[in-house]
């Protein structure tokens, strides 16, 4: 059994316009698979493939209160292609923020509904991953969510410190799943969430039960009977585990 990081679940007041920000920031296309739901992803891509990790923009009336606990990073590859691509993301509605991150070689940004993301400088590492280079998780300790998520998802461990640890899809395409420690608790429900996925052939409840026996705890965030299982991770983000494909 084995299941996968196939897409992030992103809150809006205006899932349609963030969508749309989002699909022209990282050249993808934009769809709806019904009301109050964007869905992004590359042009010609086949769902669900490890080379990127979607993007589901779901309305949500609740005012973002605090900085978000997942972010994304996106990728350049030259000092010139950060450049441009800063400016052309402040021509769509992006802003400059401060999170405390002092003198730093990246850009840090908010789309139109404050949700932060990172432009960073040019990196050997994130050279193949497509326009987003890193998925990010804040956390208190990065080994033990290390350990939750190596065994929860068929990802590769790859480096793993006090400070940091990183994952990524074992086939070595795609953007990475990283966690990074910081001082802040969570106390709110997430705006930005992660999405798993089983493969086909196996059964969500059996993902669902193996899942839960590493630690996750089952969550009610007002969900009515709907075919996801939702979760929270050990250090209390939520997650959901749909159905396989």
């Known amino acids: ?5 196939v ?13 749309r920000f989002w699909a022209q ?4 296309g934009m769809s709806s698979e019904g009301p109050g739901v964007t869905n992004l992803e590359p042009e010609g891509f086949v769902y669900p493939d490890p080379t990127a990790v979607c993007i589901d923009v779901v309305h949500d009336p609740n005012p973002k209160t605090v900085k978000n606990r997942v972010h994304l990073d996106l990728a350049t590859t030259s000092a010139a292609h950060q450049a441009d691509l800063v400016a052309l993301l ?14 730093v070689p990246w850009t ?3 789309d139109p509904e404050g949700n932060e993301f990172c432009v960073l400088e040019p990196r050997e590492l994130y050279r193949d991953t497509g326009p987003v280079a890193a998925v990010v998780v804040d956390c208190i300790d990065p080994r033990a969510m290390a350990r939750f998520w190596d065994a929860a998802i068929d990802w590769t461990l790859h480096e793993v410190t006090d400070d940091h640890a990183r994952l990524r899809s074992a086939k070595g395409v795609g953007p990475y799943l990283e966690f ?3 001082p ?3 106390t709110v429900k997430n705006r930005v969430h992660l999405d798993l996925r089983p493969y086909p052939g196996d059964e969500q409840a059996a993902e669902a039960a193996r899942i839960r026996a590493l630690g996750a705890v089952d969550i009610n965030i007002g969900q009515v009977d709907v075919p996801w299982t939702v979760f929270a991770d050990p250090e209390g983000n939520e997650f959901c585990v749909l159905t396989p494909m």
């Open 1 to 5: 059994m084995a299941t996968r990081l």
């Open 7 to 19: 897409q992030i679940h992103m809150k809006a007041a205006d899932d349609e316009a963030v969508g």
């Open 25 to 28: 920031a990282l050249g993808w």
């Open 90 to 103: 402040r021509s769509l509605g992006a802003t400059p923020i401060d999170v405390g991150q002092g003198d």
């Open 108 to 110: 840090v940004l908010a």
């Open 180 to 182: 990074i420690r910081t």
């Open 184 to 186: 802040d608790v969570k």
